[in-house]
């Protein structure tokens, strides 16, 4: 089975830009999370979606929005980037949800400039 | 809100066995996962607990006691290729995923 394919790997963009970025579930998953990864803070939730739902939602702004298509494909879009949006954001998908075993993609890499 | 408390770094030579502590707090508990990643790489599955006790898969043992709110990862039989950072995650009551700092281990020959 091929895994979690997430794309672009880099980004560069410019404080104020808007940004999305994809992410391709391993086949047969139903859930797909997103994950923000600094050094500073860490590996922090931003949404869950679950058959086309989002079921839930870290805290942060509401500038980080997401939405999961039919084939259980997801985005994210970040608008009116900020410096501090630089970091690699990771998504994962599960057969159930979060409860089960993440699976990681490797992730893309956005530096706001 | 949700807190996870686990040592930044740990230094051990090869063959040695480490562990890695991880308390939390949190509303509502629902499970204490373990993930690793090395530098550059994505985060990897470990293990799993919903339950107290001990879990076994292979060289990496992961522990769980709900009433001290704690766990740990133990790795045994240490490799150079066990470099990499560990994280604990805990599900909470609202189905949220929380991760803890990182423990970063270096294994050394």
């Known amino acids: 089975k091929a895994g979690v394919t997430q794309t672009p790997r880099y980004l560069i963009k410019t404080r104020g830009q808007q940004v999305t970025l994809s992410c391709s579930p391993i086949?047969?998953?139903?859930?797909v999370s997103w994950y923000q990864q600094t050094p500073g803070q860490g590996l922090q939730f931003l949404f869950e979606y679950f058959s086309e739902t989002q079921r839930n939602k870290g805290n942060f702004p509401g500038r980080f929005s997401g939405r999961q298509f039919s084939n259980s494909r997801s985005e994210m879009n970040v608008s009116t980037l900020e410096l501090g949006d630089s970091a690699l954001y990771l998504c994962a998908s599960s057969p159930r949800g979060v409860e089960s075993p993440l699976h990681f993609g490797n992730g893309t890499r956005l530096t706001v400039t | 809100g949700q807190s996870l408390e686990q040592p930044s770094e740990v230094t051990a030579v090869e063959g040695a066995i480490v562990q890695i502590n991880c308390t939390y707090q949190t509303s509502g508990f629902y499970g204490l996962s373990w993930y690793q990643q090395h530098d550059g790489g994505a985060p990897t599955f470990l293990s799993y607990?919903?339950?107290?006790g001990l879990e076994e898969t292979g060289r990496f043992s992961s522990f769980l006691s709900r009433s001290d709110s704690y766990g740990y990862l133990l790795l045994q039989e240490l490799q150079m290729k066990d470099s990499a950072s560990y994280f604990c995650a805990v599900r909470d009551g609202d189905y949220k995923l929380s991760f803890g700092a990182g423990t970063t281990v270096t294994v050394r020959a």
């Open positions: 607990n919903a339950l107290d």
């Open positions: 086949s047969g998953h139903r859930s």
